[in-house]
Protein backbone atom coordinates (compact mmCIF):
# COMPACT_ATOMS: atom_id res chain seq x y z
CA UNK A 1 0.00 0.00 0.00
CA UNK A 2 1.18 3.60 -1.01
CA UNK A 3 2.19 5.77 2.17
CA UNK A 4 0.35 8.90 2.40
CA UNK A 5 1.90 12.18 2.32
CA UNK A 6 0.62 13.51 6.09
CA UNK A 7 -0.78 17.04 5.98
CA UNK A 8 -1.50 18.32 9.88
CA UNK A 9 -3.86 21.57 9.29
CA UNK A 10 -6.72 22.39 7.26
CA UNK A 11 -6.65 25.90 6.57
CA UNK A 12 -5.80 27.39 3.37
CA UNK A 13 -1.78 26.00 3.02
CA UNK A 14 -2.79 22.59 4.36
CA UNK A 15 -5.43 22.79 1.82
CA UNK A 16 -3.69 24.45 -1.17
CA UNK A 17 -0.74 21.63 -0.66
CA UNK A 18 -3.47 18.47 -0.23
CA UNK A 19 -5.21 19.70 -3.56
CA UNK A 20 -2.02 20.40 -5.41
CA UNK A 21 -0.44 17.03 -4.59
CA UNK A 22 -2.84 15.15 -6.71
CA UNK A 23 -2.72 12.37 -7.54
CA UNK A 24 -0.61 11.28 -4.93
CA UNK A 25 -2.64 9.73 -2.00
CA UNK A 26 -2.58 12.38 0.94
CA UNK A 27 -4.29 12.48 4.64
CA UNK A 28 -5.18 15.42 6.35
CA UNK A 29 -5.53 15.86 10.07
CA UNK A 30 -7.01 18.29 11.35
CA UNK A 31 -7.88 19.36 15.11
CA UNK A 32 -11.11 20.68 14.54
CA UNK A 33 -14.05 19.70 12.42
CA UNK A 34 -14.18 20.86 8.77
CA UNK A 35 -11.83 23.27 8.42
CA UNK A 36 -13.37 24.79 11.80
CA UNK A 37 -10.85 26.23 14.22
CA UNK A 38 -8.22 27.71 11.25
CA UNK A 39 -8.10 31.06 11.21
CA UNK A 40 -8.18 31.04 7.22
CA UNK A 41 -12.05 31.06 7.44
CA UNK A 42 -11.74 34.45 9.43
CA UNK A 43 -9.69 36.26 7.23
CA UNK A 44 -11.94 39.46 6.27
CA UNK A 45 -9.87 41.49 4.27
CA UNK A 46 -9.04 39.64 1.34
CA UNK A 47 -6.08 38.70 -1.42
CA UNK A 48 -3.73 41.08 -2.34
CA UNK A 49 -2.61 40.34 -6.05
CA UNK A 50 -0.96 43.07 -8.56
CA UNK A 51 -4.68 42.84 -10.95
CA UNK A 52 -5.36 46.20 -11.41
CA UNK A 53 -4.53 48.42 -14.69
CA UNK A 54 -0.87 49.53 -14.42
CA UNK A 55 -0.13 47.15 -11.12
CA UNK A 56 2.65 45.05 -11.25
CA UNK A 57 3.99 42.04 -9.35
CA UNK A 58 7.38 44.75 -8.35
CA UNK A 59 4.78 47.06 -7.06
CA UNK A 60 3.51 44.58 -4.90
CA UNK A 61 7.08 43.07 -3.83
CA UNK A 62 7.89 47.01 -3.14
CA UNK A 63 5.06 47.10 -0.59
CA UNK A 64 5.91 44.02 0.73
CA UNK A 65 9.20 44.74 1.64
CA UNK A 66 8.65 48.31 2.84
CA UNK A 67 5.56 46.73 5.44
CA UNK A 68 8.24 44.20 6.50
CA UNK A 69 10.77 46.95 7.34
CA UNK A 70 13.16 45.21 4.54
CA UNK A 71 13.60 42.09 6.61
CA UNK A 72 12.16 40.45 3.76
CA UNK A 73 13.80 37.35 1.94
CA UNK A 74 13.63 39.26 -1.84
CA UNK A 75 13.47 35.69 -3.51
CA UNK A 76 10.51 34.65 -1.70
CA UNK A 77 8.36 38.30 -1.62
CA UNK A 78 9.21 37.88 -6.03
CA UNK A 79 7.85 34.07 -5.82
CA UNK A 80 4.91 35.36 -3.84
CA UNK A 81 3.96 38.88 -5.99
CA UNK A 82 4.79 36.91 -9.30
CA UNK A 83 2.47 33.82 -8.42
CA UNK A 84 -0.07 35.81 -7.37
CA UNK A 85 -2.32 36.57 -10.17
CA UNK A 86 -2.23 32.76 -11.06
CA UNK A 87 -3.00 32.21 -7.24
CA UNK A 88 -6.16 33.97 -7.72
CA UNK A 89 -6.81 31.78 -11.23
CA UNK A 90 -6.69 28.99 -9.39
CA UNK A 91 -8.78 29.79 -6.44
CA UNK A 92 -11.21 30.75 -8.89
CA UNK A 93 -10.73 27.23 -10.82
CA UNK A 94 -12.03 26.01 -7.66
CA UNK A 95 -15.01 27.65 -7.36
CA UNK A 96 -13.95 30.24 -5.23
CA UNK A 97 -16.79 33.64 -6.61
CA UNK A 98 -14.74 36.91 -5.59
CA UNK A 99 -16.99 40.26 -6.11
CA UNK A 100 -17.13 41.99 -9.07
CA UNK A 101 -17.97 45.38 -10.84
CA UNK A 102 -21.20 46.03 -12.73
CA UNK A 103 -18.56 46.10 -15.56
CA UNK A 104 -17.40 42.46 -15.04
CA UNK A 105 -13.96 43.21 -13.78
CA UNK A 106 -13.00 42.56 -10.09
CA UNK A 107 -13.52 45.00 -7.14
CA UNK A 108 -10.27 45.72 -5.88
CA UNK A 109 -10.50 47.09 -2.41
CA UNK A 110 -6.96 49.18 -0.52
CA UNK A 111 -5.58 48.09 3.01
CA UNK A 112 -2.69 49.29 4.91
CA UNK A 113 0.78 49.99 3.03
CA UNK A 114 -0.45 49.32 -0.32
CA UNK A 115 0.15 51.89 -2.43
CA UNK A 116 -2.77 51.28 -4.30
CA UNK A 117 -6.43 49.16 -4.74
CA UNK A 118 -4.77 45.79 -5.13
CA UNK A 119 -7.04 43.25 -2.51
CA UNK A 120 -9.79 40.92 -4.31
CA UNK A 121 -12.53 40.08 -1.95
CA UNK A 122 -15.17 37.65 -1.64
CA UNK A 123 -18.48 38.08 -0.14
CA UNK A 124 -17.41 41.68 1.02
CA UNK A 125 -15.37 41.20 4.06
CA UNK A 126 -15.93 37.17 4.12
CA UNK A 127 -13.03 36.17 2.18
CA UNK A 128 -11.56 33.75 4.05
CA UNK A 129 -14.96 32.37 5.28
CA UNK A 130 -15.59 31.47 1.09
CA UNK A 131 -12.44 30.77 0.16
CA UNK A 132 -12.07 28.17 3.08
CA UNK A 133 -15.87 26.76 1.76
CA UNK A 134 -15.07 26.07 -1.91
CA UNK A 135 -11.59 24.73 -0.61
CA UNK A 136 -12.86 22.32 1.94
CA UNK A 137 -15.81 21.10 -0.63
CA UNK A 138 -12.98 20.59 -3.24
CA UNK A 139 -10.86 18.80 -0.92
CA UNK A 140 -13.91 16.35 -0.09
CA UNK A 141 -14.16 15.80 -4.05
CA UNK A 142 -10.41 14.87 -4.51
CA UNK A 143 -10.50 11.05 -4.49
CA UNK A 144 -6.73 11.23 -3.47
CA UNK A 145 -7.12 13.12 -0.16
CA UNK A 146 -8.48 11.33 2.85
CA UNK A 147 -10.00 13.37 6.06
CA UNK A 148 -9.44 12.88 9.53
CA UNK A 149 -11.12 15.32 11.82
CA UNK A 150 -10.97 15.90 16.13
CA UNK A 151 -7.02 13.82 15.78
CA UNK A 152 -4.00 16.21 17.74
CA UNK A 153 -1.08 15.21 16.42
CA UNK A 154 1.04 16.03 19.49
CA UNK A 155 4.57 13.89 18.39
CA UNK A 156 6.36 13.12 15.18
CA UNK A 157 7.98 10.05 14.54
CA UNK A 158 11.64 9.38 13.23
CA UNK A 159 13.71 6.39 11.35
CA UNK A 160 17.33 7.48 11.52
CA UNK A 161 16.73 11.19 11.51
CA UNK A 162 14.39 11.27 9.08
CA UNK A 163 10.80 12.74 9.66
CA UNK A 164 8.55 9.11 8.70
CA UNK A 165 4.80 9.64 10.34
CA UNK A 166 3.28 11.36 13.41
CA UNK A 167 1.92 10.48 16.47
CA UNK A 168 -1.94 11.84 17.57
CA UNK A 169 -4.56 11.52 20.16
CA UNK A 170 -8.55 11.06 18.88
CA UNK A 171 -10.95 12.97 21.00
CA UNK A 172 -11.00 10.16 23.41
CA UNK A 173 -7.56 9.90 23.82
CA UNK A 174 -6.75 7.25 22.08
CA UNK A 175 -2.75 7.21 20.59
CA UNK A 176 -2.11 5.80 17.50
CA UNK A 177 1.24 6.35 14.81
CA UNK A 178 0.71 7.11 11.51
CA UNK A 179 3.34 6.17 8.96
CA UNK A 180 3.48 8.32 6.18
CA UNK A 181 5.99 9.14 3.09
CA UNK A 182 6.60 12.79 4.32
CA UNK A 183 4.97 15.37 6.89
CA UNK A 184 3.69 18.80 6.23
CA UNK A 185 2.73 21.11 9.38
CA UNK A 186 0.31 23.23 8.16
CA UNK A 187 -1.26 23.83 11.86
CA UNK A 188 -1.49 28.01 12.00
CA UNK A 189 -0.14 30.82 14.22
CA UNK A 190 0.55 31.38 18.05
CA UNK A 191 -1.94 34.06 18.15
CA UNK A 192 -3.42 31.60 20.57
CA UNK A 193 -0.85 32.41 23.42
CA UNK A 194 -2.32 35.87 23.89
CA UNK A 195 -4.67 37.59 26.33
CA UNK A 196 -6.09 39.39 23.24
CA UNK A 197 -6.05 37.47 19.89
CA UNK A 198 -8.27 37.55 16.59
CA UNK A 199 -7.23 34.30 16.11
CA UNK A 200 -9.65 31.23 16.85
CA UNK A 201 -8.08 29.98 20.11
CA UNK A 202 -7.04 26.73 18.12
CA UNK A 203 -4.04 28.65 16.88
CA UNK A 204 -1.59 28.40 19.86
CA UNK A 205 1.17 27.56 18.16
CA UNK A 206 0.66 23.50 18.67
CA UNK A 207 2.98 22.76 15.07
CA UNK A 208 5.65 25.52 15.84
CA UNK A 209 6.00 23.82 19.65
CA UNK A 210 6.35 19.76 18.11
CA UNK A 211 9.14 21.29 15.33
CA UNK A 212 10.61 22.82 18.47
CA UNK A 213 10.55 19.78 20.50
CA UNK A 214 11.91 17.82 17.49
CA UNK A 215 14.71 20.22 16.91
CA UNK A 216 13.66 21.97 13.64
CA UNK A 217 15.17 25.45 13.40
CA UNK A 218 12.93 28.22 13.84
CA UNK A 219 13.30 31.14 12.45
CA UNK A 220 12.34 35.29 13.41
CA UNK A 221 10.02 34.19 16.22
CA UNK A 222 10.11 37.54 18.02
CA UNK A 223 7.81 38.99 15.04
CA UNK A 224 4.34 39.04 16.22
CA UNK A 225 1.82 41.37 14.53
CA UNK A 226 -0.73 42.78 16.32
CA UNK A 227 -3.92 44.15 14.43
CA UNK A 228 -5.05 47.54 15.67
CA UNK A 229 -8.39 46.93 14.80
CA UNK A 230 -10.06 43.79 16.83
CA UNK A 231 -13.58 44.61 18.42
CA UNK A 232 -12.94 46.10 22.24
CA UNK A 233 -14.92 43.07 24.05
CA UNK A 234 -13.57 43.21 27.56
CA UNK A 235 -12.68 39.89 29.45
CA UNK A 236 -12.64 38.33 25.58
CA UNK A 237 -9.89 35.95 24.53
CA UNK A 238 -11.12 35.90 20.52
CA UNK A 239 -12.17 38.82 19.46
CA UNK A 240 -13.80 39.91 16.50
CA UNK A 241 -12.03 41.79 13.31
CA UNK A 242 -12.87 44.64 12.50
CA UNK A 243 -11.01 44.47 9.08
CA UNK A 244 -8.72 46.95 7.88
CA UNK A 245 -10.88 47.20 4.34
CA UNK A 246 -12.98 49.51 6.21
CA UNK A 247 -10.01 52.27 6.91
CA UNK A 248 -9.41 51.37 3.03
CA UNK A 249 -13.18 52.36 2.34
CA UNK A 250 -12.84 55.78 4.57
CA UNK A 251 -12.94 55.01 8.34
CA UNK A 252 -11.00 56.72 10.28
CA UNK A 253 -9.64 55.95 14.25
CA UNK A 254 -10.16 58.32 16.82
CA UNK A 255 -8.55 58.89 20.28
CA UNK A 256 -10.60 59.23 23.82
CA UNK A 257 -11.03 63.01 22.93
CA UNK A 258 -12.65 61.99 19.55
CA UNK A 259 -9.72 63.45 17.97
CA UNK A 260 -8.25 61.66 14.41
CA UNK A 261 -5.41 59.31 16.09
CA UNK A 262 -3.13 58.76 12.69
CA UNK A 263 -2.94 62.44 11.75
CA UNK A 264 0.59 63.53 11.48
CA UNK A 265 2.25 60.04 12.33
CA UNK A 266 2.43 58.68 8.95
CA UNK A 267 2.21 60.13 5.70
CA UNK A 268 -0.76 57.31 4.76
CA UNK A 269 -2.10 58.29 8.10
CA UNK A 270 -5.21 55.57 8.69
CA UNK A 271 -3.69 53.02 6.08
CA UNK A 272 -0.04 53.04 7.41
CA UNK A 273 1.53 49.55 8.07
CA UNK A 274 -0.23 47.61 10.77
CA UNK A 275 3.05 47.85 13.21
CA UNK A 276 2.45 51.77 13.23
CA UNK A 277 -1.05 52.21 13.57
CA UNK A 278 -1.10 48.67 16.19
CA UNK A 279 1.52 50.92 18.20
CA UNK A 280 -1.11 54.30 17.90
CA UNK A 281 -3.80 52.34 18.56
CA UNK A 282 -2.12 50.35 21.98
CA UNK A 283 -1.16 53.78 23.45
CA UNK A 284 -4.39 55.17 23.06
CA UNK A 285 -6.40 52.63 24.57
CA UNK A 286 -3.88 53.02 27.47
CA UNK A 287 -4.71 57.02 27.22
CA UNK A 288 -8.75 56.22 27.75
CA UNK A 289 -9.94 53.88 24.52
CA UNK A 290 -9.68 54.00 20.66
CA UNK A 291 -12.90 54.03 18.23
CA UNK A 292 -13.07 53.17 14.64
CA UNK A 293 -15.73 55.97 12.84
CA UNK A 294 -17.13 54.29 9.36
CA UNK A 295 -20.12 55.94 10.49
CA UNK A 296 -19.41 57.55 6.61
CA UNK A 297 -20.45 54.21 5.03
CA UNK A 298 -23.43 54.66 5.85
CA UNK A 299 -26.45 52.27 4.78
CA UNK A 300 -23.85 50.50 2.23
CA UNK A 301 -22.25 48.85 5.90
CA UNK A 302 -24.38 45.71 6.17
CA UNK A 303 -23.70 44.39 2.23
CA UNK A 304 -19.96 45.70 2.11
CA UNK A 305 -19.12 44.66 5.69
CA UNK A 306 -21.46 41.94 6.28
CA UNK A 307 -19.02 40.24 8.60
CA UNK A 308 -17.90 43.25 10.74
CA UNK A 309 -21.75 44.63 10.80
CA UNK A 310 -22.87 41.29 12.29
CA UNK A 311 -20.21 41.08 14.90
CA UNK A 312 -21.18 44.92 15.82
CA UNK A 313 -24.97 44.15 16.04
CA UNK A 314 -24.18 41.28 18.25
CA UNK A 315 -22.30 43.65 20.83
CA UNK A 316 -25.24 46.47 20.89
CA UNK A 317 -23.38 48.25 18.86
CA UNK A 318 -24.74 49.87 15.11
CA UNK A 319 -21.74 50.69 12.96
CA UNK A 320 -23.60 53.16 11.33
CA UNK A 321 -24.42 55.04 13.90
CA UNK A 322 -21.82 54.94 16.42
CA UNK A 323 -17.90 54.26 16.18
CA UNK A 324 -16.79 51.20 16.99
CA UNK A 325 -14.37 50.50 19.91
CA UNK A 326 -11.16 48.63 19.01
CA UNK A 327 -8.39 47.31 20.73
CA UNK A 328 -5.15 45.74 19.32
CA UNK A 329 -4.89 42.05 19.13
CA UNK A 330 -2.17 39.32 18.08
CA UNK A 331 -2.98 38.52 14.30
CA UNK A 332 -0.17 36.72 12.63
CA UNK A 333 3.38 35.40 13.46
CA UNK A 334 5.65 37.02 10.81
CA UNK A 335 8.44 33.95 12.25
CA UNK A 336 7.94 30.39 12.61
CA UNK A 337 9.89 26.87 11.57
CA UNK A 338 12.44 27.60 9.11
CA UNK A 339 12.14 26.62 5.66
CA UNK A 340 13.14 27.49 1.88
CA UNK A 341 10.91 28.09 -0.76
CA UNK A 342 9.83 24.30 -1.31
CA UNK A 343 8.99 24.35 2.52
CA UNK A 344 11.38 22.12 3.32
CA UNK A 345 12.61 22.83 6.97
CA UNK A 346 15.96 21.55 8.68
CA UNK A 347 14.80 17.99 9.74
CA UNK A 348 15.13 16.10 6.60
CA UNK A 349 11.22 14.59 6.29
CA UNK A 350 9.57 17.47 7.92
CA UNK A 351 8.00 20.31 5.67
CA UNK A 352 6.19 23.32 7.15
CA UNK A 353 3.97 26.06 5.10
CA UNK A 354 1.55 28.78 5.62
CA UNK A 355 1.73 30.48 9.14
CA UNK A 356 3.64 28.05 10.86
CA UNK A 357 6.59 28.59 8.46
CA UNK A 358 9.20 31.49 8.34
CA UNK A 359 10.63 31.48 5.15
CA UNK A 360 11.14 35.05 4.92
CA UNK A 361 8.37 36.41 2.91
CA UNK A 362 6.60 38.98 5.23
CA UNK A 363 10.00 40.19 6.73
CA UNK A 364 10.08 41.70 10.28
CA UNK A 365 5.88 42.77 9.23
CA UNK A 366 3.37 41.09 7.19
CA UNK A 367 1.63 43.67 4.61
CA UNK A 368 -1.91 43.09 4.37
CA UNK A 369 -3.91 40.81 2.94
CA UNK A 370 -0.79 38.74 1.58
CA UNK A 371 -1.24 35.50 4.23
CA UNK A 372 -4.26 34.06 2.28
CA UNK A 373 -1.70 34.23 -0.54
CA UNK A 374 1.24 32.97 1.01
CA UNK A 375 -0.66 29.58 1.61
CA UNK A 376 -2.23 29.40 -1.59
CA UNK A 377 1.27 30.38 -3.48
CA UNK A 378 3.78 28.34 -0.75
CA UNK A 379 1.13 25.38 -0.48
CA UNK A 380 0.59 24.62 -4.50
CA UNK A 381 4.53 25.03 -5.06
CA UNK A 382 4.90 22.15 -1.85
CA UNK A 383 2.30 19.89 -2.93
CA UNK A 384 3.13 20.05 -6.62
CA UNK A 385 7.16 18.88 -5.35
CA UNK A 386 5.65 16.35 -2.61
CA UNK A 387 3.66 14.75 -5.25
CA UNK A 388 6.52 14.19 -7.53
CA UNK A 389 7.90 12.35 -4.25
CA UNK A 390 9.16 8.35 -5.35
CA UNK A 391 6.74 6.81 -2.99
CA UNK A 392 9.82 4.17 -1.23
CA UNK A 393 6.96 2.08 0.28
CA UNK A 394 7.19 1.44 4.36
CA UNK A 395 10.12 1.91 5.04
CA UNK A 396 11.36 -1.09 7.60
CA UNK A 397 13.46 -0.37 11.03
CA UNK A 398 12.54 0.75 14.55
CA UNK A 399 11.13 4.55 14.66
CA UNK A 400 11.65 6.86 17.76
CA UNK A 401 8.88 9.10 18.77
CA UNK A 402 9.36 12.77 19.94
CA UNK A 403 6.71 14.37 21.74
CA UNK A 404 5.64 17.55 22.27
CA UNK A 405 5.16 18.49 26.55
CA UNK A 406 1.94 18.28 27.92
CA UNK A 407 -0.67 21.08 27.86
CA UNK A 408 -0.60 23.54 30.51
CA UNK A 409 -3.75 24.00 32.30
CA UNK A 410 -6.21 26.62 32.02
CA UNK A 411 -5.73 28.73 34.63
CA UNK A 412 -1.59 28.86 33.87
CA UNK A 413 -2.53 28.77 30.28
CA UNK A 414 -4.55 32.53 31.57
CA UNK A 415 -1.65 33.79 32.98
CA UNK A 416 0.59 32.78 30.44
CA UNK A 417 -1.54 34.63 27.85
CA UNK A 418 -1.74 37.88 30.12
CA UNK A 419 1.84 37.49 30.53
CA UNK A 420 2.75 37.46 26.88
CA UNK A 421 0.26 39.96 26.29
CA UNK A 422 2.92 42.73 28.41
CA UNK A 423 5.78 41.48 27.61
CA UNK A 424 5.57 40.28 23.78
CA UNK A 425 2.84 43.11 23.09
CA UNK A 426 3.46 45.89 20.27
CA UNK A 427 5.68 47.66 22.12
CA UNK A 428 8.41 45.85 24.10
CA UNK A 429 10.93 46.74 26.64
CA UNK A 430 14.33 44.82 28.30
CA UNK A 431 12.62 45.09 31.94
CA UNK A 432 9.14 43.10 30.95
CA UNK A 433 10.93 40.85 28.63
CA UNK A 434 13.41 39.61 31.54
CA UNK A 435 10.57 39.76 34.08
CA UNK A 436 9.03 37.68 31.71
CA UNK A 437 11.28 35.11 31.32
CA UNK A 438 12.05 35.26 35.57
CA UNK A 439 7.91 34.40 35.99
CA UNK A 440 8.58 30.86 36.92
CA UNK A 441 4.84 30.44 37.69
CA UNK A 442 3.82 30.58 34.22
CA UNK A 443 6.60 30.41 31.33
CA UNK A 444 8.91 28.13 33.47
CA UNK A 445 5.74 25.62 33.95
CA UNK A 446 6.18 22.06 32.50
CA UNK A 447 3.83 22.81 29.07
CA UNK A 448 4.46 23.30 25.84
CA UNK A 449 2.95 26.59 25.69
CA UNK A 450 5.29 27.98 28.21
CA UNK A 451 8.28 26.57 26.44
CA UNK A 452 7.22 27.90 23.36
CA UNK A 453 6.58 31.07 24.29
CA UNK A 454 10.13 31.09 26.57
CA UNK A 455 12.05 30.79 23.04
CA UNK A 456 9.95 33.83 21.62
CA UNK A 457 10.30 35.86 24.79
CA UNK A 458 14.08 35.39 24.24
CA UNK A 459 14.28 35.79 20.68
CA UNK A 460 13.00 39.42 21.60
CA UNK A 461 15.12 40.01 24.43
CA UNK A 462 18.39 38.77 21.73
CA UNK A 463 16.95 41.69 19.76
CA UNK A 464 17.61 44.46 20.96
CA UNK A 465 16.98 47.05 18.01
CA UNK A 466 13.23 47.96 16.90
CA UNK A 467 12.72 46.42 13.60
CA UNK A 468 9.00 46.62 12.07
CA UNK A 469 6.98 44.73 14.59
CA UNK A 470 9.19 44.56 16.93
CA UNK A 471 9.49 47.38 18.71
CA UNK A 472 11.89 48.10 21.42
CA UNK A 473 10.98 51.26 23.71
CA UNK A 474 14.46 50.66 25.30
C1 LIG B 1 -8.00 42.68 7.75
O1 LIG B 1 -8.98 42.40 7.10
O2 LIG B 1 -7.87 43.77 8.29
C2 LIG B 1 -6.93 41.65 7.94
C3 LIG B 1 -6.38 41.21 6.68
C4 LIG B 1 -5.01 40.63 6.87
O3 LIG B 1 -4.67 40.17 7.95
O4 LIG B 1 -4.22 40.70 5.93
Redesign the pocket.
Known amino acids: MSAPLIIVGGGIAGLATALAAAPAPVLLLNRARSGAGAASGM ?4 IAAPIGGGDTPQAHARDTCEAGSHHNDREMVDLLTGDAVAAIDWLQRHDVVFDRNGDGTLQLGR ?1 GGHDRPRIVHAGG ?1 ATGAKVMEALVAATRRAPHIRRRADVDVDGLLLRGGRTCGVHALDADGNAEQIHGRAVVLATGGIGGLFART ?1 NPADADGNGLALALAAGAALRDIEFVQF ?1 P ?1 ALALPGLHSLP ?5 LRGAGARLLDAEGKPLMAGVHPLADLAPRDVVARQVWQACRDGGTWLDARGIGTAFPARFPTVFGACMQHGIDPRLQPIPVTPAA ?2 HMGGIAVDADGRSSLPGLHAVGEVACNGVHGAN ?7 LEGVVFGRRLGARLGDLPDTGHAHGECTLVRREPSLDAPRLAGLRELMMRAMGPVRSGGELRAALQERSALAADGWQATLAQAMVEAALHRTRSLGAHFRID
Open positions: AQGGEDSHTLVTEAHFRLASNSL
